[in-house]
């Protein structure tokens, strides 16, 4: 059985890389849905129904496990799959599937606490954390999950977010570096000054803003750590296995990448980041 990993585009390879880093021997489908992306600004319905197809097509490639490694997915479709269609789908198939997110694993790293994790009761110390500030697409911001995910963690947080509706679109097309610079100054300033200074620390909640975290980085004062979402989630998905030694995921060390969009190689961002040009096959 393989490992599945869903994004709208190239942004979820940035978790994929990691996946594959910490998990070689695994075998991988990629699919991205590249003829309907961007998802940020797409009504929820339609984020959900994007969400659902991606999952059954990488079933269909032998996935047992598919990790939504898009926000906008997982903010907004992964609850529903879990709960309507998932247990049906999987009486259907005949065999154990799973579909698993990546905002909780963000967050327990952000706050450094799983949920229901009660440190005063135990005794721990509580790292002293004021506010977090999220860059996100406009539809996971509109979720409110990352406020809901670290509130049921850290009452005395705040999350502030800061919706970024060109920027997934830019990197997915291959946007220059100039531009891509000019539209991550702009939204670090935005947050900043909606904030009165810089956050405490910052979340890249969009898998494609990872691809240009160095400029981030840059933007961001050197006091701000940026939590790195394909860490956190190669550290849960690692625990996962531990827990579902069932979920065997392959040894055959193979990887395909699927498009629903044009396939061929991608863009030239995305060689500079993986190291080498990717080829896609059609969905
Ligand atoms: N990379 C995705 C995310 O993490 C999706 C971006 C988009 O399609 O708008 O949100």
Redesign the pocket.
């Known amino acids: 059985m393989s490992i599945g990993v869903f994004?709208?585009?190239v942004?979820?390879l940035t978790v994929h890389h990691k996946l594959v880093e910490r998990f070689p021997t695994a075998d991988f489908v990629y699919l991205a849905d590249q003829a309907n992306?961007?998802?940020?600004?797409r009504p929820g319905e339609e984020i959900v129904e994007l969400t659902r197809a991606g999952c059954e097509r990488l079933f269909a490639e032998g996935c047992n496990l598919v990790i939504l490694?898009?926000?906008?997915?997982?903010?907004v479709a992964l609850r529903r799959l879990q709960q309507t269609w998932l247990p049906g789908y999987r009486r259907e198939l005949g065999r154990k599937v799973n579909v698993l997110g990546?905002v909780v694993p963000t967050i327990e790293a952000a706050t450094g606490m799983p949920w229901a994790h009660e440190p005063e009761l135990r005794g721990d110390k509580i790292e002293k954390l004021d506010i977090v500030g999220v860059f996100?697409?406009p539809?996971?911001a509109a979720s409110r999950v990352y406020e809901i995910e670290v509130d049921k963690r850290r009452q005395d947080v705040a999350v502030f977010s800061e919706p970024c509706p060109e920027l997934?679109?830019m990197i997915?097309t291959g946007a220059s570096r100039d531009e891509l610079t000019a539209v991550v100054d702009a939204h670090v300033k935005a947050l900043k000054s909606r904030i009165g200074r810089a956050p405490d620390r910052a979340i890249l909640?969009?898998?494609?803003?990872e691809i240009v975290a160095d400029l981030f980085r840059q933007a961001l004062p050197p006091g701000t750590p940026l939590i790195h979402q394909p860490d956190a989630t190669a550290d849960a998905i690692a625990r996962y296995f531990d827990r579902h030694p069932d979920y065997e995921p392959g040894q055959g060390g193979t990887r395909r990448f699927l498009t629903t969009g044009e396939p061929g190689a991608q863009n030239g961002l995305v060689a500079t980041f993986w190291g080498a040009p990717i080829h896609f096959e059609k969905a």
Do not use: V
Not at 205 to 209: D, P, Q, S, V
């Open positions: 994004d709208s585009g942004g979820g992306t961007p998802y940020g600004g490694a898009c926000n906008t997915a997982a903010s990546i996100s697409t539809a996971t997934a679109r997915e909640g969009c898998t494609h803003y």
